[in-house]
C-alpha cells in the first residue's frame, strides 16, 4: 500500500512555471516546506542534510584560515543599531522587535550581528597582540521581509554563516576580505557545482555601513541573478562607531580595520534551482546526503537478491549508500522516488544481474544505464560520480557563459535585459542613474563590477555621462 | 610588555566563595562572559569549541540511533501554546513575545519545539510506515528568567540540542526514551567525566505536558545538584493535543507515542564548576579543545629550542597541540596562562632537555612533573592524558558518592539538606507535600527518584503518609 502513488511526481515542467516547479521539487524532495507562520519555513532532513555538508566543508577551509566559531546574543539593543546611520537605515525596515517589559527596553531580533559582536570586540581588542581577530558564527537570523516567500530564497527566518574580522591594517583586511570570496567561489564550484562570477557591488547595491561590498553571483536557469554570498570590507566604520582601538607595536593608538562575510541556507535554493529537472531534484554527489541507492528486484528470491544487495552495499563503504529494501512498493515506484530526491547513482540487482555477477548502473542526471561487473563496481563508481559532479558544472558554466552579452547603446541593453541576459555595460555608477534603470526595466539591477576592466571606457548606457566601469546588469532574485 | 600581568590569575579561591570564583574561572579563561544585554551571554571561542566537541560526540551518536537533523522556526504562534494546557502553563512565565503588526499574531521565541514541531509532525505522519520518526536540532532557545544570571547556567538565552521522535507503540517510546538518557550519561561520564545519577522526576518536577521526565543529576562541588540533560516520555499528550494519527497495519486509526529529550550548554558550566581549581580551568582531556600546550625555554639559543618544539609537535599530530612561541613572555607566565585556560598537558623543553633528549611534561590536573625521553614521548603522553581523564572522573565519583546519605527522620533530613548533601528518603510523591519541604528547607528539592526501588517501603520523611518512593533530595542550581 503506496502512500502518496498517485502524487508522487513533479506535476509541472521547467520550462513550464519555473516558480511552481521549483516550489514543488523542494516540497517533494522533502527538502523544507512553508511554516504555519507566515514567511518561516521548516528545514526538513533532507535539506537541512545537504546544509550540513556545506557547513562541515566550510568550516573545516575557515579553521584552517585560522578562523574560530563563537556565539554572540540572539538580540540587539535598538541604541547599538543606531551607532552607525547607513546600517541602521540599510536594516529598519526588516527588524521585528522584542520589547522587554522590566527593563524598558527594545531589541531586535539579529538581522545580522556587526554591531552586537563590535561591542564585545572593542572590551576584547587592546594591543597588536590581539590582531588579527577572527570569529564566526553560525546561526539563525531574522530579516522582516514583506515580500512573497520563497523556500531557501526568501524566508524571514534563516540559516547562515557570518564571519567578522579585525587586522591592524588596511592591506591585511583588504587582502583577507578577498580571501573569503575566493573560499565562497571554491565551495559554490567545487562542492554545489554552481558557477559563479566574481565582482565588487557598486555604491547602490553595498552593504549597509561597509565600504566595499564584494560579491558572487549565479546565474538560474529561468536567467535571474543570484547572490550567492558577500564579502564586505567595512574598513574603518564600525570601529569608530564602535570604538575599537589598539595600541600598536610602537604604543601609539590607531582605528583597526574589519571585515564580514557570509553565505546562508539560499545556497540550497541555488543547488536546487540550477541541477534539478522534471523528475525532480539532481544533487552533485559532493554534497548529496545519499549518493547511492541499492534497488532490489526480487520475485520470490528476495532473500538471495537482498543477500547480494547487502554485499554491493558493504563494498561501497566510503559512500553514502542506502539499501532500499522495502516490501509493498515496485522497483519501478522506488527508482521514481529516488529520482524524485535527487540521489545521484542508482544501483538495480536483479535475478539475471546476481547469475551474471553484475550490477545496472543508473545516472541521475542523464539517465544512462549501464552493466557493470560487480569486479569494477567500485572503480566504476568513483568514475562515474565524478563525472556526474563535472557535468553538472560544465552545463552549468557553458549556460552562465552563453548568458553574458554586451550592449552597446540603451535599446540593445533593454532588449538582452528582456532575453534575461547577464547585461555587461559600462556604468556612471551613479546611484540616481541606477535607480532609473532600475525602474525603466522592471528590476535590472547592477549585479557586480567586474574585476578585469578594459582599460578604455564609454559612456554609461543609460545617462551618456562618463562611465566609471564596466558593470553586470541584470535582473535577480 | 605582556598585558593584564598583573591581574593575570583568579584571585578568589573555590571553597572561600565558589559562585564568584566559577564567575572568574568563566571570565578569564575567556570561555564566556555577560553580554551587555540583561541576562545574555556571549560564548567565546574557548567555550564555543568546547560545545563544538560535545556536539560532533553526540551527533554521531544519536545519528547511528537513527536520529536525523533539522530545523524548525524560531517563533512560536500563541495559539499553539495554547493546545496542551499543562505545557502552556509551565513555559507561561518564561515567554518573550515578538509582535507582527501586519499579521496582528503574537509569537513566542522557542523556550522549546514540542508545539511547532508536532503541528509539522501531524502533516507528515500518516500510516505506519512514518514510523518511528526521529528528530532532532540544535537550535538557540529563550527562557526569560528573572532570577540572577549565571554563565552557561542560567541565561535568557542558551543553545542546545532538543530531540523528537514519534513511535507506534508505548513499549517502543519508553525503551527509546531510556535508551537516550543512557546516551546523556555516557557523554557526561565518558566525555566530560562528570559522574551523574540516574532517575525519574516526580509529578512536581516532571516536564510540563509529558508524562514521565527521566533526568540525569550531578553533584557541584558546592553541594548543590545540576541537572544534566532530561528525556521526557511524553505519552500520547501532545499527539491528541497537535492531532498526529496514524494508520497502523491493520489499517485503523491510531495515536502515536511521543519522547523529547535535551541537554543545553550548560553542560560546559557543569564541566567548569566540577574540575577546575585555584588556579582557574581544568579541563578533561576528550573535551579540550588544546589537549597539549609547548612551552620553549630559551635565552640566546631560540632557533634551536624552537625548533626542537616543533619536532616534538609534529610528533604529536593525533592531538590538538599549541605551540606557544610567542616573544615578550616569560615562560612562567605563559605557565600561569595555559594552566588558567585549562590545557591538560603542558610540555615545557630548555636547553638542557635538547642535551639530554628529553623533554619536561606537567599535568594540570594534579601538577605532576616527569623527565620523559623523546623516544618515550608518544606513548606517555596517550597514558597522561587518559590517566588525566580517569583521575577527575574518579575524584568527582568519589565525592559523589561520599555526599548521598540517608536519612530516617525529618531532623536528620534537615541536618543533612545543610550540610549539602543529596538525601536519600521514602517520600509521598505529593506535590503539596513537596511544595513544604522545599519551603521548610529553603529550597531542597526532589532530585530524582531513584531506578532502584527497595521492596519494602517506609513513610514519607515530611508528611509521614505511606511512601510510594524512595526519592533523592537536595539544593540544585
Known sequence: MPKKEENQGITIKKSQDFSEWYNEVVIKAELAEHSVIKGFMVVRPRGYAIWEHIQEYFDNRIKKLGVKNSYFPLLIPEKFFKKEAEHAKGFAPELAWVMDQEQREKYALRPTSETIMYDS????????????????????????????????LRTREFLWQEGHCVYE??????????????????????????????????????????????????????????????????????????????????????????????????????????????????????????????????????????????????????????????DGYTPGWKYNEWELKGVPLRIEIGPKDVEKKQVVLVRRDNNKKEFIKVTQLDKKVKETLEDI???????????????IVEAKNWNEFVKQIKNKKLVKVFFCGN??????????????????????????????????KEGKFLVIFGKAY
Open 169 to 326: 591594517t588596511e592591506e591585511e583586511c583588504e587582502k583577507e576580505t578577498l580571501i573569503y570570496l575566493k573560499e565562497y567561489k571554491e565551495l559554490c564550484e567545487e562542492l554545489l557545482a554552481v558557477p559563479v562570477l566574481e565582482g565588487k557591488k557598486t555604491e547602490k547595491e553595498r552593504f549597509a555601513g561597509g565600504k566595499t561590498t564584494y560579491t558572487l553571483e549565479a546565474l538560474m536557469p529561468d536567467g535571474k541573478a543570484l547572490q550567492m554570498g558577500t564579502s564586505h570590507n567595512l574598513g574603518q566604520n564600525f570601529a569608530k562607531a564602535f570604538n575599537i582601538k589598539f595600541f600598536g607595536k610602537d604604543e601609539k593608538e590607531y582605528l583597526p580595520w574589519q571585515n564580514s562575510w557570509g553565505f546562508s541556507t539560499r545556497l540550497i535554493g541555488a543547488l536546487v534551482m540550477m541541477h534539478s529537472d522534471d523528475k525532480g531534484l539532481v544533487l552533485p554527489p559532493r554534497v548529496a546526503p545519499t549518493q547511492i541507492v541499492i534497488v532490489p528486484i526480487y520475485f520470490d528470491d528476495k532473500n538471495k537478491i537482498i543477500k547480494k544487495a547487502t554485499e554491493v552495499k558493504n563494498m561501497l563503504k566510503n559512500y553514502e549508500v542506502e539499501l532500499d529494501d522495502r
Open 121 to 152: 570586540y572593542a572590551n576584547w581588542i587592546r594591543s597588536w597582540r590581539d590582531l588579527p581577530l577572527r570569529l564566526n558564527q553560525w546561526c539563525n537570523v531574522l530579516r522582516w521581509e514583506v515580500k512573497q516567500t520563497k523556500l531557501f
Open 431 to 464: 546611484v540616481k542613474c541606477e535607480d532609473e534603470i532600475k525602474e525603466k526595466t522592471d528590476g535590472a539591477t547592477s549585479r557586480l563590477i567586474s574585476f578585469e576592466q578594459p582599460k578604455k571606457l564609454g559612456k554609461c548606457v543609460h545617462c551618456s
Open 389 to 403: 559532479q563535472n557535468s553538472l558544472f560544465n552545463k552549468a558554466k557553458k549556460f552562465l557563459n552563453s548568458s
